[in-house]
């Protein structure tokens, strides 16, 4: 998408990257970066190990400030916003965070409530609305009691997306929220998603590792190798077998996939043929 | 005003009741248990304090005590209790919760119920800064406060650029602390074998921590610097609650990350230095406070109240033991502290250890 077009410079997306230079120190991981994030959309972010997709991810959540060029929000430029007032419009779920020593289920959700909080106002209706409406979209309500040291790894996840949802922001950026789940708990978190995308109209970005999750929930795919945008758009676009070489240096053929029809990378590999 | 049992049906595993007043306008969740344990440790700690200044030579009834304190005893009763006695109880009480206060805030920075100022390196600088005030230079009491003030604050700067690697990582402060206390112990040590016999005895017993003859005129200005640090704290508690999840998950949920944490060392090292300017390091209630208060409320995380009023009652009944034990000794209750202390922090060595 080019947003020196004219007819879309009008329609300014809620949150972009300009020009971006990115990294750690002297490290740069991107340079003059310029990424879209179409508003409500599902988009997922995809790409090799280290290829600078958490670390967009950082930059476009103000966790990194971009060395040149900027992050807009809203028209204005992410860092000059109060903290707070990011944290009301745009939530995180980060790689890795740590609950307390002791903590409960609930009281950590409750947390997510925070840039919503003020000195004299700790805990309105609203609050207390949002934790049980997220606690219900996660399904640990029934957890709730329960120390957070206790739970699962897959419950654990739960309960951190449950704590960003209960921020009620209307961009929602996690960073590979799929990692330490199973399967079954993987595609409920996907099918979480996607849901609250369509029904809440919440715009979400993802990192992904699984590029067929990517295919089938995302409405939007940004495919970076080296710290680059290689390709951006609908998966039914832009997914294609050169695409997915380019990208990870995956040889594979795609297909439809027979129940959402939506691309299907099957990696060539090397399989012993049956006969 | 409204207050529910749990909040719609809300577990929070815990007793918490939803408090809301004048409409919305002010709401609250009420963790029971905490105030409960807060409350019972104010008024245990409010007790030793009466007993300690009921005790002594010269017994006042507890009855008067009370009256003295509400300014209706006259002579003798009156000069005893207000005058002689309640600075130094009043002190007990308020050094021991800004102790705690200060070491809530830095066991949660780093994370580790070892990270309390006592053992990273502060109350070895402050007693360094006092040692030079007062071999080097013979000053007095306010001369060597402010010694041990900056003394300690040098420390505290120290220590943090030198366990300075992109940010301040917990285990990297507290291990840099214990060296740089290790260090400056040795310096002490040297100033002190330096010094004319009669001015390191005088060093000696700053050093160890002491409440003893501190009157009205102590007790006026640390009230004053505490009244100031310690709300201050605690408008800080729920930042500090909030960076315990990590950098990230704290700046995405709106918290200034460097910002508060700075804020959180500035206030904690203000409000150690001021209980070391005002009697002397006194060590291991900072240590313990906060991590004893917790296994009573059994709340998440490091909190500061509980932690205060923890620290209030373990400083004011040793300093009861400090009087009593070997009457008419007085004992410095910085001897107290470390020696009670000690126990503590072998159970908590031994037990943190067979964690890793």
Same mark, same amino acid.
């Given at each position: ?97 740590? !609950? ?36 219900? !979209? ?67 970005? !993802? ?33 294609? !077998? ?34 | ?35 409960? &344990? ?61 102790? +705690? ?45 402010? +010694?041990?003030? &900056? ?109 508060? *944490? ?17 009697? +002397? ?16 409320? +059994? ?54 250890? *067979?964690?890793?």
């Amino acid at each position: 998408m080019n947003r020196h077009d004219p007819a879309l410079a009008a329609a300014e997306p809620r949150l972009f990257a300009e020009g971006a230079t990115i990294g750690y120190d002297n490290r740069v991981i991107s340079s003059d970066l310029s990424v879209s994030i179409p508003d409500r959309s599902f988009t997922v972010i995809v790409g090799a190990n280290a290829c600078g997709k958490s670390t967009l991810l950082r930059a476009l959540s103000r966790l990194l400030k971009p060395k040149t060029g900027r992050v807009v929000l809203d028209g204005q430029e992410i860092s000059n916003f109060p903290a707070k007032e990011v944290a009301r419009r745009l939530g995180l779920l980060p790689q890795t965070s740590i !609950a307390p020593d002791g903590i409960t289920v609930a009281d950590l959700i409750a947390r997510g409530r925070y840039p919503h909080q003020k000195l004299l106002k700790q805990w309105s209706k609203e609050d207390e609305a949002a934790v049980i409406t997220a606690m219900e !979209a996660t399904k640990v309500t029934e957890l709730s009691h329960r120390l957070v040291d206790e739970l699962s790894g897959g419950q654990r996840q739960r309960v951190w997306v449950a704590m960003v949802l209960a921020q009620e922001t209307p961009l929602l950026l996690l960073d590979e929220p799929t990692t330490f789940l199973d399967i079954t708990h993987q595609i409920e978190l996907l099918e979480l998603m996607g849901d609250l995308n369509r029904r809440n109209g919440q715009t979400i970005v !993802a990192v992904l590792h699984d590029l067929n999750h990517a295919c089938r929930y995302a409405t939007h795919i940004i495919a970076m190798r080296d710290g680059q945008v290689i390709a951006e758009g609908a998966p039914r676009d832009i997914v294609t !077998a050169e695409l997915v070489e380019k990208v990870f240096g995956l040889p594979c053929i795609i297909i439809d996939d027979p129940i959402a029809g939506t691309p299907l990378v099957i990696p060539r590999g090397s399989v012993p043929r049956a006969d | 005003m409204s207050v529910q049992d749990q909040p719609q049906g809300i577990n929070f595993g815990r007793p918490i009741r939803a408090v809301r007043l004048f409409g919305e306008a002010v709401s609250h969740r009420v963790d029971l248990k905490t105030v409960t &344990v807060c409350a019972i440790l104010a008024v245990i700690a409010v007790v030793v304090a009466l007993i300690t200044i009921s005790s002594g030579e010269y017994q006042v009834p507890l009855p008067d005590v009370v009256r003295a304190l509400f300014g209706q005893a006259e002579g003798r009763i009156h000069m005893v209790v207000v005058e002689w006695r309640l600075p130094r109880t009043a002190l007990a009480l308020i050094l021991g919760a800004a102790l +705690g206060i200060g070491g809530a805030i830095f066991q949660s920075l780093t994370r580790n119920p070892l990270g309390s100022p006592d053992i990273i390196g502060f109350d070895a600088g402050a007693y360094s800064g006092a040692l030079v005030v007062i071999i080097l230079l013979q000053g007095g009491y306010y001369a060597i406060a402010g +010694g041990a003030l &900056v003394g300690g604050l040098i420390t505290a700067l120290m220590v943090y650029f030198l366990a300075y690697n992109r940010g301040v990582q917990g285990f990297r402060l507290i291990i840099v602390g214990i060296g740089v206390s290790a260090m400056l112990n040795s310096v002490n040590t040297w100033m002190l074998l330096r010094a004319k016999l009669e001015v390191a005895m005088a060093a000696a017993i700053w050093g160890a921590g002491s409440l003893n003859g501190l009157g009205l005129d102590r007790l006026g200005p640390a009230t004053l610097v505490l009244a100031v640090l310690i709300p201050m704290a605690l408008l800080m508690a729920r930042p500090m609650a909030q960076l315990e999840l990590g950098d990230d998950a704290a700046r995405a949920l709106g918290i200034n990350a460097e910002r508060s *944490r700075l804020a959180l060392l500035v206030i904690g090292v203000a409000l150690t230095a001021t209980v070391t300017a005002t009697a +002397g390091p006194i060590g291991f209630v900072a240590l313990a406070a906060p991590q004893l208060a917790r296994r009573l409320t +059994g709340s998440p995380g490091v909190a500061m109240l509980p932690a205060a009023a923890m620290g209030a009652l373990l400083l004011a009944a040793a300093d009861y033991i400090a009087q009593r034990a070997f009457a008419p000794t007085q004992l410095p209750v910085g001897i107290v502290t470390v020696s009670l202390g000690g126990v503590y922090f072998v159970w908590l060595l031994l037990r943190e250890a *067979r964690r890793q």
